[in-house]
């Protein structure tokens, strides 16, 4: 498939080229349900990626505008005996393997918006999506899916958020299959060395701390139909969100709260 360079992946991804394994798609419907669909086949890690989806996911049921050639459109899939509480510091991990991939790869310094959107110039250009199967042995299979625009020009009305994409119109070139490959292969690679290590035993909420957007600005959270003003203070060990409120410290970590700036008056 020529929209992604298989030996540039194998290269990045290390010491796991051996035993990850590489699904490629033309069109699937979306990389996390090929993979949830897959999730009782094997315990090796793998990786999902596909050259668009035609049902991109994303938090809350949202839809992910995913179309081909544009956007790298992959989900990492592993088994753990971790407890399903870990899916927001999952989600840390890969918004922080994701960034650092980047980095790696580009001169671009994305931020991280809480808990699961990759922004750069203030606006999305991508998003992180983790969900989890029970397998019968007790273990759990972790899905995270990340959709990254990378030359994505035209974006659906009606967005919640400014969408931009990685690489701007005078630099469309730069998204080869070479560059696709090495970047999923290294999103994948640092990942798993995030979950090896611990997501909260290495320099990942250090880093992670780095790049969120608003820390110390006015934000307003959602959650449900409550709705509330405060300060965002940054995370805590766990990645849960702090948001001082009244001059007391909540910390929030539900998957259904949503934060943006709030508006000027």
Same mark, same amino acid.
């Not at 956007?71 to 960034?99: C, F, H, I, N, W």
């Given at each position: 498939?020529?929209?992604?360079?298989?030996?540039?992946?194998?290269?990045?991804?290390?010491?796991?080229?051996?035993?990850?394994?590489?699904?490629?798609?033309?069109?699937? #419907? !979306?990389?996390?349900?090929?993979?949830?669909?897959?999730?009782?086949?094997? @315990? !090796?890690?793998?990786?999902?990626?596909?050259?668009?989806?035609?049902?991109?996911?994303?938090?809350?049921?949202?839809?992910?505008?995913?179309?081909?050639?544009?956007?790298?459109?992959?989900?990492?899939?592993?088994?753990?005996?971790?407890?399903?509480?870990?899916?927001?510091? *999952?989600?840390?991990?890969? !918004? @922080?393997?994701? *960034?650092?991939?980047?980095?790696?790869?580009?001169?671009?310094?994305?931020?991280?918006?809480?808990? #699961?959107?990759?922004?750069?110039?203030?606006?999305?250009?991508? $998003?992180?999506?983790?969900?989890?199967?029970?397998?019968?042995? $007790?273990?759990?299979?972790?899905? *995270?899916?990340?959709?990254?625009?990378?030359?994505?020009?035209?974006?659906?009305? $009606?967005?919640?958020?400014?969408?931009?994409?990685?690489?701007?119109?005078?630099?469309?070139?730069?998204?080869?299959?070479?560059?696709?490959?090495?970047?999923?292969?290294?999103?994948?690679?640092?990942?798993?060395?995030?979950?090896?290590?611990?997501?909260?035993?290495?320099?990942?909420?250090?880093?992670?701390?780095?790049?969120?957007?608003? *820390?110390?600005?006015? @934000?307003?959270?959602?959650?449900?139909?409550?709705?509330?003003?405060?300060?965002?203070? $940054?995370?805590?060990? #766990?990645?849960?969100?702090? @948001?001082?409120?009244?001059?007391?410290?909540?910390?929030?970590? !539900?998957?259904?709260?949503?934060?943006?700036?709030?508006?000027?008056?």
């Amino acid at each position: 498939m020529t929209y992604i360079s298989t030996p540039d992946l194998q290269i990045a991804l290390g010491r796991y080229a051996d035993t990850v394994q590489i699904k490629l798609y033309d069109t699937v #419907n !979306s990389t996390n349900t090929a993979a949830k669909s897959e999730a009782l086949e094997s @315990v !090796s890690p793998a990786l999902y990626i596909a050259r668009t989806q035609t049902g991109g996911r994303g938090r809350l049921g949202r839809s992910f505008h995913s179309p081909a050639d544009t956007g790298l459109y992959m989900t990492v899939a592993y088994t753990t005996d971790k407890p399903l509480a870990e899916a927001v510091r *999952v989600t840390a991990g890969a !918004s @922080v393997a994701a *960034v650092r991939a980047i980095e790696a790869a580009t001169d671009k310094r994305p931020a991280i918006k809480w808990v #699961n959107d990759l922004y750069l110039c203030h606006a999305k250009i991508g $998003g992180i999506l983790t969900e989890a199967v029970t397998l019968p042995e $007790g273990c759990t299979r972790m899905v *995270v899916g990340l959709g990254i625009n990378l030359t994505t020009s035209e974006f659906p009305e $009606g967005l919640r958020a400014p969408a931009a994409s990685l690489f701007s119109p005078a630099e469309v070139s730069a998204a080869t299959p070479a560059f696709m490959g090495t970047l999923a292969g290294e999103i994948t690679r640092r990942l798993l060395e995030l979950t090896e290590g611990g997501l909260w035993e290495s320099d990942c909420l250090d880093f992670y701390r780095s790049r969120l957007l608003y *820390v110390d600005t006015p @934000v307003l959270c959602t959650r449900g139909s409550e709705a509330f003003e405060g300060i965002l203070r $940054g995370v805590d060990e #766990n990645f849960s969100l702090l @948001v001082e409120t009244d001059g007391k410290i909540r910390a929030l970590s !539900s998957g259904e709260i949503s934060v943006r700036p709030r508006p000027s008056p």
